[in-house]
């Protein structure tokens, strides 16, 4: 079970948008830890898509976006394309076990 | 651009110890800017963040498998190296080693590929 809490799945059609949330608790997003996204293609290693709550690393499309407030974060995905069809990680600090945490991941399905 | 890449058994034996070691090339581990991670993913599972190391030979554990978890670096070979003692068959997947910026907190930048390991005797 992990700390950091996301849906299991979402789902969207080409050209839509989704959100992904990350919940936290105090010990972790609360204290003001910042909150980074990974994008996991089939097969693949992850690759870091947000950095810093809401940064996008050098070739990372706009269409990629992050936020958070209080003890959430989310993962916002817009005009949706097949090639997004992934697995999502959020990931922070605990402060409480001193440990990096992951959240259990979220399967993006392009509909 | 810098690269990871993992290498060690692919299969070990129930209560042995597990050894990895990620190969850094186009950079330098002697970096003050990163810190070297491991970070695993049991088949269909989520991800977990073993620990980290430093060039100067500091380290940070998970505190769930800081008994069993010891790491290395050899800055004059540019790798870095996992040991994990007495493993079991939970211990069975996808080892990630993953290049972390010293920022509060860390993320990782850059993965290597990664190596399944399989624990079964």
């Known amino acids: 079970q992990s700390v950091l809490t996301q849906p299991p799945s979402v789902s969207g059609a080409p050209g839509q948008r989704v959100t992904i949330s990350c919940t936290g608790s105090?010990?972790?997003?609360?204290?003001?830890?910042?909150v980074h996204w990974y994008q996991q293609l089939p097969g693949t290693a992850p690759k870091l898509l947000i950095y810093g709550n809401n940064n996008r690393p050098s070739g990372v499309p706009d269409r990629f976006s992050g936020s958070k407030s209080g003890t959430s974060a989310s993962l916002a995905i817009t005009g949706l394309q097949a090639e997004d069809e992934a697995d999502y990680y959020c990931q922070s600090s605990d402060s409480s076990l001193s440990a990096l945490v992951f959240g259990g991941g979220t399967k993006l399905t392009v509909l | 651009q810098v690269q990871l890449q993992e290498s060690g058994p692919g299969l070990v034996k129930p209560s042995e110890t597990l050894s990895l070691t990620c190969t850094v090339s186009?950079?330098?581990?002697?970096?003050?800017?990163?810190?070297w991670n491991w970070i695993r993913q049991p088949p269909g599972k989520g991800l977990e963040w073993i620990g980290y190391?430093?060039?100067?030979?500091?380290?940070n554990y998970n505190p769930s498998l800081k008994s069993r978890v010891t790491m290395s670096v050899d800055t004059s070979r540019n790798q870095f190296s996992l040991k994990l003692s007495s493993v079991t068959a939970a211990d069975t997947a996808v080892y990630y080693c993953?290049?972390?910026?010293?920022?509060?907190?860390?993320?990782?930048?850059?993965w290597g590929q990664g190596t399944l390991v399989t624990v079964s005797s």
């Open positions: 105090s010990s972790i997003i609360g204290t003001g830890y910042d």
């Open positions: 186009g950079g330098s581990v002697s970096s003050g800017s990163y810190y």
């Open positions: 993953a290049r972390g910026l010293r920022t509060t907190p860390s993320f990782f930048d850059q």
């Open positions: 190391i430093y060039y100067t030979g500091s380290t």
